[in-house]
């Protein structure tokens, strides 16, 4: 491969950042999630709408684990009463990124006029798996626009008192299909100024998209630079993608808490394809494995 065709795959390459303003202030994280987002969609076979959403949902749920450490992972649980039933998004702080949404498949969606019209009413829950806590943080939200961007800015508001401030923006083509995704999250330190927190807001809320400098070719970093008018050092700058750890092994595992007769039915009823919800990743089951369940199943039960 040549070395210009590896620096195009560098470039393109969905990356996420974050800094911390030089006066201490300030922190930020940026993401592209431009490929996580097309491949979500084309792994779940995803229409327009819920695409749109979970594209969202993934970039919210990677800007937030870039506040984490090591393999610590955060995920975001939305359910709501409108057409998009539910998303789930789950990131780890190393760049692993899944999810997958519901949605009613046959619902009119020419009266939406604004994306509140898409979820409706409904919660968000926020969950994180940290290194120092014996039993994962979660926090509980009333969707307060259904937009993901401003709903998480109330949830740091609400359930750590953290001024933030938060844009996700994703574009489709004429066909229905993702061409470019990404976020931000800006956040004030607790001796920030009122001013300086009010300015830094405003400024980042006139933005025009963040669709259309991804469109120029932007990375991470120039959206940042794009978004404050104060120096910061970059703390972080890694690769992000939608990946999931789901193995036909892990899904054995689970089918062994099954009893025999359970197994043996699903083999006697041509049920030899697994799936995995967070990837729509399909795994087919052969007689060996079932061999295997049904043998593991009854040594443990004598």
Request: glycine content about 6%.
């Amino acid at each position: 491969m040549d070395i210009d065709k590896l620096k195009k795959q560098f470039k393109e390459r969905d990356r996420v950042i974050r800094v911390m303003s030089k006066d201490g202030f300030f922190r930020a994280v940026a993401i592209k999630n431009t490929n996580m987002a097309q491949h979500a969609q084309t792994k779940h076979e995803l229409d327009a709408l819920p695409a749109f959403f979970l594209a969202r949902t993934l970039a919210a749920a990677a800007l937030m684990s870039a506040f984490l450490k090591g393999e610590e992972r955060v995920s975001i649980d939305i359910e709501s009463n409108g057409i998009i039933k539910r998303i789930f998004a789950e990131a780890i702080q190393v760049g692993e990124t899944r999810g997958f949404v519901r949605f009613d498949e046959h619902a009119d969606t020419t009266h939406i006029t604004n994306l509140g019209d898409a979820l409706g009413k409904g919660k968000m829950r926020v969950t994180r798996t940290l290194y120092n806590q014996t039993e994962p943080v979660t926090g509980i939200i009333e969707l307060v626009n259904g937009d993901i961007a401003t709903d998480l800015a109330y949830f740091y508001r609400q359930s750590e008192q953290t001024p933030s401030a938060v844009l996700l923006d994703v574009s489709m083509d004429e066909n229905g299909k993702i061409k470019q995704s990404g976020g931000i999250i800006l956040q004030a330190m607790p001796d920030a100024p009122i001013k300086s927190i009010v300015d830094a807001t405003q400024r980042l809320y006139e933005l025009p998209p963040l669709t259309k400098f991804l469109e120029e070719g932007m990375n991470p970093e120039e959206l940042i630079r794009q978004a404050v008018d104060f120096d910061f050092e970059v703390i972080k700058n890694s690769p992000v993608d939608f990946f999931c750890r789901c193995t036909k092994e892990s899904f054995i595992t689970k089918l062994i808490t099954l009893g025999a007769e359970e197994i043996n039915d699903m083999r006697r009823t041509g049920q030899n394809e697994v799936v995995c919800q967070y990837c729509n990743g399909k795994h087919l089951l052969e007689d060996k494995d079932f061999d295997r369940m049904v043998t593991e199943i009854q040594a443990k039960n004598n």
